[in-house]
């Protein structure tokens, strides 16, 4: 969008991305999600998005069906409705994998962080140059696959928790492996994505432009 703005104003932008609350930094579960779907110690994977075609869940079921081949104590978790909905789980039929897929509909706002909490990776197949669910996840210190099409900030390059994947079958079941095998135990810092940092860069260049 930057360079879209360059081109078609002549301007240069600023980029400002916000995507959560500060308090969920140091947010503590209210709830057990494993326990409450009743999958003890199983990894959970989880997708939550409106489920329509172009958030390409489609593409992560696939992939599951290859990591529902090696890797026995991992479900997939989808949160979220849509028309795509019943395509989705006829799909998951179709591959003989749906004893390990779950559907769950609307997570209630209330009930969002606990699933991000209790899930061992989240994904984001879905197209985006920045998405918000994604980084709710990293704010948790979650490990995410999303597609090498979304940019990742410089300061986040090096972080141990985010992992990409082309955007197709074979490359995503690649990365929700390595993210499965990885060991992350360092915190990452996403204070810069609170909604408080938003609005301050909102209000530091309105300040600066009506000064100018």
């Not at 969920?24 to 329509?52: A, C, F, H, S, T």
């Not at 992560?60 to 789980?89: C, M, P, S, T, W």
């Not at 990776?121 to 920045?130: E, G, L, Q, T």
């Amino acid at each position: 969008m930057k360079w879209e703005v360059n081109k078609l104003y002549g301007r240069e932008a600023i980029v400002l991305k916000g995507a959560f609350p500060d308090n969920v930094l140091d947010y503590e579960p209210k709830q057990n999600i494993k326990q409450k779907l009743g999958l003890g110690d199983k990894r959970i994977i989880l997708n939550i998005n409106r489920l329509d075609p172009r958030k390409r869940v489609d593409l992560l079921i696939k992939a599951f069906k290859q990591i529902y081949e090696r890797v026995d104590d991992a479900v997939l978790i989808i949160g979220g409705v849509g028309e795509e909905e019943e395509n989705l789980k006829n799909l998951a039929e179709q591959l003989n994998i749906a004893d390990r897929v779950r559907f769950i509909g609307y997570i209630k706002e209330e009930e969002l962080w606990d699933y991000y909490a209790g899930s061992d990776v989240f994904v984001h197949p879905n197209w985006a140059d920045f998405a918000i669910a994604p980084y709710e996840a990293l704010a948790l210190n979650r490990k995410v696959v999303w597609s090498t099409e979304m940019e990742i900030d410089e300061h986040l390059v090096s972080d141990g928790h985010i992992f990409t994947a082309n955007p197709n079958v074979d490359d995503f079941a690649r990365a929700i492996e390595k993210a499965l095998a990885a060991d992350v135990t360092e915190r990452n810092d996403l204070s810069n994505y609170t909604w408080d940092r938003y609005c301050e860069g909102i209000m530091r260049e309105l300040g600066a432009t009506i000064k100018a």
